[in-house]
């Protein structure tokens, strides 16, 4: 039981909801702090200095909306999420500390029960970022946007009004880039003003192109998950989980009725048409060949609690329940064997448990020519309240 609780304790969903606790406390307590300032009294004998306090108050904020923005990563698996996590996290525990106020007492202690549980499931966010070239290249283009007008700004600090810094270069750049004007710094000469066109035109030119490149693509998969089309809706982050490996007209229709909302489980089709109708009924659903290794590794093989595998494909069963049992050795895996002969075949596959459709038709025949005992077998398998069920068996 306590290897249970630690594996649910140290799950990743607990670890992500950890960091967005993370992230909304570092939010607020320097909102609090910049709001209340020497008002909201002081902690460590008054030792940390004003200016020092109000800088963590701002710096504090903005670590906790990049928690937020790595949180998102993290739910979707990504490793450099969680090397970020990993290094923001701890920042936010210098920030509390030199706050240096009550109101950053809860951020402290929280951040600190993060870190070693973040730190326990680091192998659990092992995907890459797969960008596609349109997204480099247009990450590279915001980034040299942001680079040319920083240097050429500095270079031509004489010809700007308050423009002293390499801070004073970049603030007049993200400012004029996202067209929300020049502020205090603003560009005196002829020249000046000809650049500051040109960061317009280039800046304000990358960051849509950013727009629809790189954003455009997430507000699509959280609109398609909240339609329930979602391919790998929080797949990442399950674990004892069931797969559903194929699909099959006779039988998974019933079991996933059956399965309901009482636990967690993909469906794994190679039917293209098929996973999208199954995504319209809001089932959980990754396309690809059942007995992919690959495809078993995306759907948390190494994760999954039992593998369910009722098709009218015997043959393509097997392959399944083989490739099943060699990614995951202890995995419970129950296969349904369309005819009889095929039971001990399923077996050897690696199956733990085969039934057989053609079992209730022998039974029925038996019982129509007066066989001993059917009539109590019928009884148990429809869940007759005086004999014992499947619900019986599972205690």
């Known amino acids: 039981m306590a290897g249970g609780f630690r594996r649910r304790f140290t799950s990743a969903r607990v670890v992500v909801w950890l960091v967005i606790g993370v992230a909304l406390l570092s939010i607020a307590t320097g909102l609090v702090t910049t709001a209340t300032g020497s008002t909201g009294g002081r902690l460590f004998g008054g030792l940390i200095p004003e200016a020092v306090r109000q800088t963590t108050s701002y710096t504090g904020t903005i670590v906790g909306f990049l928690l937020l923005i790595a949180a998102m990563g ?61 997204q480099i290249a247009t990450a590279a283009a915001v980034v040299g946007a942001q680079l040319y007008g920083t240097i050429g700004a500095y270079a031509l600090q004489e010809q700007f009004e308050n423009l002293k810094t390499w801070f004073d270069a970049f603030y007049f750049t993200l400012l004029t880039a996202s067209t929300v004007g020049f502020g205090n710094t603003r560009p005196i000469t002829p020249v000046a003003q000809a650049f500051a066109m040109t960061v317009i035109v280039f800046g304000t030119g990358s960051f849509a192109a950013a727009l629809g490149v790189l954003f455009a693509p997430i507000v699509q998969n959280s609109f398609a998950s ?54 319209e009924r809001k089932e959980v659903v990754v396309h690809g060949d059942p007995s992919d290794e690959d495809v078993l590794r995306r759907v948390g093989i190494d994760r999954a609690k039992s593998v369910l595998v009722a098709t009218e494909d015997d043959a393509a069963d097997s392959l399944g329940v083989l490739t099943a049992r060699q990614l995951n050795s202890d995995i419970r895996i129950v296969a349904a064997a369309t005819e009889r002969e095929n039971v001990n075949k399923l077996r050897r596959a690696g199956a733990d448990i085969v039934v057989s459709p053609a079992l209730i038709g022998r039974m029925l025949v038996q019982a129509a020519l007066g066989g001993e005992h059917v009539e109590e077998l019928a009884e148990q398998l429809s869940g007759d309240a005086s004999n014992r069920t499947l619900t019986d068996f599972e205690r």
């Open 74 to 134: 993290l739910r979707r698996g990504f490793r450099v999420a969680w090397y970020a996590c990993a290094l923001l996290v701890p920042i936010t525990v210098l920030h509390g500390l030199l706050q240096s106020t009550p109101y950053s007492l809860p951020l402290v202690a929280f951040a600190l029960v993060t870190v070693p549980v973040l730190f326990l499931v680091r192998g659990r966010f092992q995907r890459p970022i797969e960008l596609s070239t349109a």
């Open 226 to 279: 909240a339609l329930g089309k979602s391919p790998n809706s929080n797949i990442d982050l399950m674990e004892d989980h069931l797969l559903v490996l194929g699909y099959g007209h006779l039988l998974t229709e019933s079991i996933l009725d059956e399965l309901g909302g009482s636990t967690e489980y993909v469906v794994v089709v190679e039917d293209s048409d098929l996973a999208d109708e199954l995504r």
